[in-house]
């Protein structure tokens, strides 16, 4: 970003032109900075709760006052058991320095519980591990010379902008575009062809186009023997997977599967064009997604796509950022390194709040320290989470920017920094670029930065240990592992020097192999998976909650729900920002034609959505953007702000995937009815 900053205030946010991925664009989000950084109700003093939990009702405290009672409190838990004090935080704030540095070297010394990282990605991180080897992929500037793209469960207009003026230039030149999403975003609004799947089928269609290949010969032997692993295996699986066989598990036409597939064969085969997936995250938030990643990353093996830098797959390149997260977070810290503390998943956090401690679980948590996150409003099964937070014997310290739904809950609010006040360095997973980060104008009020409240925090602990001293320039200066090639003369010095600069890559980086395996090959069969419960090979793995596992449950509650991002949210980030929620109006459920006339519910009707977990009343929107039997509930709205202080996670459930322990966020049977006049009144 280049922060435009007058009389000590920011007033301008834009993309910088120079910076290759961003060429000076920002998101509608992102170009609304200013109003977020000076918003009249930003946090800009520590606060102390003088109501019930939930009330969100406190009064200013100083820092001494807060850091002292944080401190007593933690160290009065961890007398009992550092396990009993647990770290809730994501990414929130992105960078190494603000996400987890001086955090986690805090909560290492106290013997804290670990956590599962695992509410967005990890799914298909580890899918991409047991086949790449890792979270890699094609170089995103490249995609504007493949001549077929396949977006994958991805609104890229929305959530990768960058990319999209990437895509819009290779179908000037001739490209051919196509969507598979079970909505119809405003990225498939403007493909040549949308293919409106059913949610948690993609491997089932993966698989189908595989079967196709297959048929026709459709592949590049050569590539095949020389770069890949488990050829046999996968085409024995593929062969089940007839293209009558997907078209009824995923509910479309079987020519739909032939001429994709056929498509995308001839092309990357016979023509040796290079042909794209851009693959995103909605996919793998089913009981199937870790497989199904995993089947949609064999297919540019299997047609060669990778000989080309504008072919392969792109779902993350985080994986190829060598950071020291050992300098960052000091494991050695741990009272015992080589018996680590238990980790508390996340994505279960209802249950683990809940749980009142055993042999298995270990004890109860007592202390909740939430950083970077909002989990009353984006964790699954909501009203467990919030009855966890609720707990009178459980304190909470939350720092944020606002009073999200969370800090309702909190004991103590601290007030943290945004982008634009403090340092940082960013990697990515859209690019292959480091980021450098420097303050462009001094903090708000009272707001400090995460790395310096911890700091603090250490200090008032007692913790004496050199490392709780370094400045945040000093751990920016330890972030990046120099040693590795892939960050030859890049460093801390570099970034602030320049802004940016990219990994030691080359264009097309598995053309000849190279993947992240122990063996550079890519790996349709996964030796780490033998003896597991999953298919080594990739397999269809139906959702919890459909006809297939449970058709009992699927008459009871007849539609799928998904909860894709708001177009002006990023999760529960600028949901209250006031020139972006006019766009949203109010939290609202999409509704097909047909299956809203079978309930006899209209345009612009309350209705209550519901299922064993909850229900939430919302507008409903009549729509042919989704496909008949799912239903959208554009998502994270802050709980506060629904008429009925409710959001879409009132429906999820905790359930985790096949693979990475990863939320099911769309894996959702739902029912949706009018509301009559008695609920109304």
């Not at 591990?129 to 396949?150: P, S």
């Not at 739902?670 to 609920?679: G, L």
Request: aromatic residues 8%; charged residues 20%.
């Amino acid at each position: 970003m280049l922060v435009t900053v007058e009389e000590g205030r920011v007033t301008k946010v834009a993309g910088d032109p120079a910076h290759p991925p961003t060429h000076g664009a920002l998101c509608t989000k992102v170009a609304r900075y200013p109003e977020r950084i000076y918003h009249p109700d930003r946090l800009l003093h520590p606060m102390r709760r003088v109501g019930k939990k939930g009330e969100g009702k406190f009064e200013r405290i100083s820092w001494d006052e807060a850091l002292d009672e944080i401190a007593s409190r933690l160290q009065a838990v961890a007398a009992k058991g550092g396990e009993r004090i647990l770290p809730y935080n994501y990414a929130g704030t992105m960078g190494l320095v603000q996400g987890d540095s001086m955090s986690a070297r805090v909560f290492h010394k106290l013997g804290a519980s670990l956590l599962g990282k695992t509410i967005c990605a990890s799914a298909g991180s580890t899918a991409l591990k047991h086949t790449y080897g890792g979270g890699v992929g094609m170089h995103m500037e490249f995609f504007e010379e493949a001549r077929l793209i396949l977006l994958w469960g991805t609104n890229t207009i929305t959530s990768n902008l960058h990319l999209w003026t990437k895509i819009q230039e290779a179908k000037r030149r001739g490209a051919k575009i196509i969507a598979i999403d079970p909505y119809r975003t405003q990225t498939a609004d403007k493909c040549d062809q949308h293919i409106a799947i059913l949610p948690g089928t993609d491997a089932a269609l993966a698989l189908g186009m595989m079967h196709v290949l297959l048929r026709e010969g459709l592949l590049d032997r050569e590539y095949i023997d020389h770069y890949t692993v488990g050829f046999a295996e996968l085409a024995e699986q593929a062969g089940k997977y007839t293209p009558d066989h997907v078209a009824k598990l995923c509910g479309i036409e079987a020519g739909v599967v032939e001429s994709l597939a056929l498509l995308y064969g001839r092309l990357a085969v016979l023509e040796k064009q290079p042909v794209a997936i851009r693959l995103n995250y909605g996919m793998q938030r089913g009981h199937g997604g870790g497989q199904g990643v995993r089947a949609v990353a064999c297919l540019p093996a299997l047609v060669g796509a990778w000989r080309h830098r504008a072919g392969g797959l792109l779902l993350s390149s985080s994986g190829y950022f060598p950071v020291d997260m050992a300098a960052l977070q000091r494991p050695d810290l741990l009272p015992d390194p080589a018996h680590p503390p238990r980790t508390i998943n996340m994505s279960t956090i209802g249950n683990a709040l809940l749980h009142t401690g055993d042999a298995h679980f270990g004890p109860p948590i007592e202390a909740l320290v939430v950083y970077n996150s909002n989990p009353v409003a984006v964790a699954p099964e909501s009203g467990k989470v919030a009855a966890g937070f609720a707990r009178e014997d459980l304190f909470t310290v939350v720092l944020e920017h606002f009073v999200t739904d969370t800090c309702d809950y909190a004991d103590i609010i601290l007030p943290a920094t945004m982008q634009v006040e403090h340092v940082d360095i960013h990697k990515s997973y859209g690019h292959t670029w480091f980021v450098g980060n420097q303050p462009a104008v001094s903090p708000m009020g009272e707001c400090l930065p995460n790395a310096e409240i911890f700091r603090r925090l250490a200090k008032r602990l007692g913790f004496t240990d050199a490392c709780f001293g370094d400045t945040d320039e000093q751990i920016a200066d330890q972030a990046i592992q120099t040693s590795s090639p892939l960050a030859k003369g890049i460093s801390w010095t570099l970034l602030k020097e320049k802004g940016w600069a990219r990994l030691n890559l080359p264009d097309a980086p598995f053309a000849t192999g190279g993947f992240l395996t122990a063996d550079g090959k890519c790996h349709f069969y996964s030796e780490a998976l033998e003896g597991t419960d999953l298919s080594p090979v990739p397999a269809f793995v139906p959702p919890y909650e459909s006809v297939q596992s449970n058709p009992m449950l699927a008459q009871k509650y007849p539609l799928a729900m998904i909860s894709p991002p708001s177009r002006n949210f990023m999760n529960t980030t600028f949901a209250n920002i006031e020139s972006l929620l006019p766009k949203e109006g109010e939290p609202v459920v999409e509704i097909h034609p047909v299956d809203a006339e079978r309930r006899t519910i209209r345009h612009g009707d309350q209705v209550l959505v519901q299922n064993d977990r909850g229900s939430l009343q919302l507008t409903a929107v009549v729509t042919n953007r989704i496909r008949e039997g799912v239903v959208s509930i554009p998502s994270v709205w802050w709980k506060k702000k629904a008429k009925d202080g409710k959001n879409a996670n009132e429906l999820t459930s905790q359930l985790l995937t096949d693979m990475g322990e990863a939320p099911v966020f769309y894996d959702c049977l739902v029912e949706v009815k009018p509301v009559t006049a008695s609920v109304l009144n």
